[in-house]
């Protein structure tokens, strides 16, 4: 009986020795290649929390500099910022801040370049089209019209749409297009929230040039009586 156990196990490990033999290097790779999917995987997601941690570091470090209205050191942080951590939403933030205070302190230029930086490079759209906005708003006081128009035609339909509509009247009312400034008054007051306290200011804008929303809708209201 023990003899015939001892056969069964030495076919047992003779079959095994088999497969170990024909399969062996397969399953050593295959196992090697998990492994080193998954250490890939880690080492990725840390890479990622460290560059997160290290850009707010610095996105700390430039909003003090923003807040003490030190513009020049400002410009070097984000300089830095955007050097480092292109891909991070700290870098399209910093940039819209060392834009703000760049404008405020005269420096029409740079705060051109950072706002053109977010637009080119920023992660989320929606930093991106506020930069658009903005930086239209730049080129209006420029006179740069069509330049400003172009930066308006790119901003996508959605929450934005209305802000765009009335920064697109402002340059074509610079223009002296009133009759297409009053059309995207309109167009951005009809878009707006009825509470939305923005839509008070294009509503003077329209009142400005005869066009009040009020006055346009009464005789429509009077032909339904």
């Given at each position: 009986m023990a003899t015939h156990l001892d056969l069964q196990e030495q076919e047992q490990v003779d079959a095994l020795k088999a497969f170990w033999q024909q399969y062996g290097n397969l399953i050593t790779w295959t196992l090697v290649a998990a492994l080193l999917v998954y250490a890939g995987i880690n080492g990725w997601q840390w890479w990622q929390r460290n560059q997160a941690t290290q850009a707010g570091a610095m996105y700390e470090e430039l909003d003090r500099a923003v807040n003490a209205g030190d513009v020049d050191k400002a410009?070097?942080?984000f300089g830095d910022l955007k050097e480092r951590y292109p891909r991070t939403a700290f870098?399209?933030?910093?940039g819209m801040l060392a834009a703000k205070l760049q404008f405020e302190k005269g420096k029409l230029d740079e705060s051109r370049a950072s706002l053109g930086w977010v637009i080119e490079h920023a992660v989320e759209d929606e930093y991106r089209t506020l930069a658009r906005l903005r930086l239209a708003g730049l080129m209006l006081q420029a006179k740069q019209y069509d330049d400003a128009l172009k930066q308006l035609d790119a901003v996508p339909a959605g929450p934005f749409a209305a802000l765009a509509a009335d920064?697109?009247?402002?340059?074509l009312l610079a223009q002296g297009k009133k009759d297409d400034a009053r059309a995207a008054y309109r167009k951005a007051y009809e878009a707006m929230a009825d509470q939305a306290e923005y839509r008070r200011l294009v509503d003077a804008k329209l009142i400005a040039l005869g066009a009040a929303p009020a006055a346009a809708s009464a005789p429509a209201a009077g032909a339904s009586r």
């Open positions: 410009a070097r942080i870098a399209e933030q910093g920064r697109r009247g402002d340059v």
